[in-house]
């Protein structure tokens, strides 16, 4: 069972506010990922890190940023939040060393909705 | 570029019926291919992947895939299914850097 936790669960906010969504992981993984999940779509990687202060964009633009101080924490911000940021966000973690097999191991999600 | 595509958004069947969820690749490097599952409100967990040698690649929960390089598939099967196999399954090839994810198979399992 993976150990990747996510915070809040769920989250009902107003446009304009600044919000932060934490992905902590407990298994050491270099690599961290977020993903922006909407019903009937593909995932779509937003960001991910190789390691303490590497961060790069996905293939989604996304209004949003991350940053990454600690290996184990992940967490991603958006400064001004509006209705189109409305989504499920998954953060997912893998070894840097399993290039090939690339297991990534997901938490349970934040259901972001913005009115 | 590669890329999966999942035909089926949505397959209902009825319990300890067996299944078929279809999943076609593209890719012009080795293909690396997997399975994920997501229960609800959950997050996606690995049910199995294919790196190279036998085709018939198992998983858990009685899960199983067959690579088919001929006609670019790897599709899910299971003999019979539950009730508590109700989730959303996703193909994903690896891509540079990153796993490419299908838009996903609704299992339904009524029964």
């Known amino acids: 069972e993976a150990d990747i936790y996510q915070t809040p669960r769920y989250l009902v906010i107003g446009t304009g506010k600044k919000i932060t969504l934490e992905c902590s992981q407990t298994m050491g993984h270099d690599k961290m990922y977020w993903y922006q999940q909407d019903p009937g779509m593909e995932l779509h990687l937003i960001h991910y890190s190789y390691g303490v202060n590497s961060t790069e964009k996905g293939d989604l633009s996304s209004e949003s940023t991350v940053s990454r101080i600690r290996t184990e924490h992940f967490p991603l911000t958006l400064e001004s939040a509006r209705p189109s940021h409305t989504s499920q966000y998954l953060c997912?973690?893998?070894?840097?060393?399993?290039?090939?097999?690339?297991?990534?191991?997901f938490g349970p999600g934040t259901r972001l909705l913005v009115l | 570029a590669q890329s999966v595509t999942q035909l089926d958004s949505q397959v209902p069947v009825f319990e300890e019926a067996p299944v078929e969820l279809r999943c076609n690749y593209s890719?012009?490097?080795?293909?690396?291919l997997f399975w994920y599952v997501q229960y609800p409100n959950q997050g996606l967990q690995l049910l199995l992947k294919y790196l190279s040698g036998s085709t018939l690649v198992k998983g858990i929960n009685g899960f199983e895939a067959e690579f088919n390089k001929s006609q670019t598939s790897f599709h899910l099967r299971k003999p019979s299914v539950h009730i508590s196999d109700t989730a959303e399954y996703f193909c994903?090839?690896?891509?540079?850097?990153?796993?490419?994810f299908g838009t996903g198979t609704r299992l339904l399992v009524s029964p």
């Open positions: 890719s012009s490097v080795s293909v690396y």
């Open positions: 997912a973690s893998s070894e840097l060393r399993d290039r090939i097999q690339e297991t990534q191991y």
């Open positions: 994903a090839v690896r891509g540079f850097q990153k796993l490419v």
